[in-house]
Nanobody, 126 residues
Framework: VQLVESGGGLVQAGVSLRLSCAAS????????QGWFRQAAGKEREFVAF????????YYADSVKGRFTISRDNAKNSVYLQMNSLKPEDTAVYYC????????????????????WGQGTQVTVSS
């Protein structure tokens, strides 16, 4: 199984970025997807979650209204649209997958995911 993130970069505050995560080696439509981030010197934190069926999304309070998670099962991909970026959004962003049977409980806990990508750096300058 492989999850590969892309789309990170160095941007100014206020602009948008779209992260992508391409999955292979798993039945993508049977997995719920999450995005997490880890800033330098801090613990990894939950950002967004999308159920395997695509009918429910959850967001961290810090990104609600600015970030949108979505998926394209035909492309085995999950996306994170990030608008109105702030310097405090600077972090390495990781996508993660967990089997649909896990339901939605514990989706904010990184230990409840089965597979992880290698991460992509997002740096937002003020």
């Amino acid at each position: 199984v492989q999850l590969v993130e892309s789309g990170g970069g160095l941007v100014q505050a206020g602009v948008s970025l779209r992260l992508s995560c391409a999955a292979s080696g798993l039945t993508f439509s049977s997995y719920s997807q999450g995005w997490f981030r880890q800033a330098a010197g801090k613990e990894r934190e939950f950002v967004a979650f999308l159920t395997w069926s695509g009918d429910s999304t959850y967001y961290a309070d810090s990104v609600k209204g600015r970030f949108t998670i979505s998926r394209d099962n035909a492309k085995n991909s999950v996306y994170l649209q990030m608008n109105s970026l702030k310097p405090e959004d600077t972090a390495v962003y990781y996508c993660a997958a967990r089997k649909y049977i896990s339901g939605i409980g514990g989706h904010r806990d990184s230990s409840n995911y089965d597979y992880w990508g290698q991460g992509t750096q997002v740096t937002v300058s003020s």
